[in-house]
Nanobody, 124 residues
C-alpha cells in the first residue's frame, strides 16, 4: 500500500510558477511509475505528466508540454511537478498517482494509488 501526499498548490497570477511535490510512503517508491493528473470543476480528470521508474523517461500532455517539468528523487521518495508560464486554464485540483507497470502512462485507470489532491488556481 502506497500513501501519497501532495503539497505546493496555491493561488498564482497568470504567467507565474508553482512547484508541486508528492511524498510517498508505505511502499517501495522506486518500483512505481508516477504521474500527475488534474481535474477542473465540471470536467473529467485528465493526464498532465508522468515519469518512468528510473526517471529516464517523461511524458506530457500537449497542453503543458514546454511549460511543465516532472522529476523524481527515488532516494527521497518524492515526485515533483514544476509548472511555469501558468495559464488560467491550468486551474484545477492536481493529483499525484503511482502505478506498478511502466506502460500506458496516460490512462488514469492504470494507476493503483492516488493522493488527496492539491488546489492550483491561476488568476488572469
Amino acid at each position: 500500500q502506497v500513501h501519497l501526499v501532495e503539497s505546493g498548490g496555491g493561488l498564482v497570477q497568470a504567467g507565474g510558477s508553482l512547484r508541486l511535490s508528492c511524498a510517498a510512503s508505505g511502499g517501495t517508491f522506486s518500483r512505481y511509475a508516477m504521474g500527475w493528473f488534474r481535474q477542473a470543476p465540471g470536467k473529467e480528470r485528465e493526464f498532465v505528466a508522468a515519469i518512468s521508474v528510473s526517471g529516464g523517461s517523461t511524458y506530457y500532455a500537449d497542453s503543458v508540454k514546454g511549460r511543465f517539468t516532472i522529476s523524481r528523487d527515488n532516494a527521497k521518495n518524492t515526485v515533483d511537478l514544476q509548472m511555469n508560464s501558468l495559464k488560467p486554464e491550468d486551474t484545477a485540483v492536481y493529483y499525484c498517482a503511482a502505478k506498478r507497470y511502466s506502460s500506458n502512462y496516460y490512462d488514469a485507470v492504470e494507476y493503483n494509488y492516488w493522493g488527496q489532491g492539491t488546489q492550483v488556481t491561476v488568476s488572469s
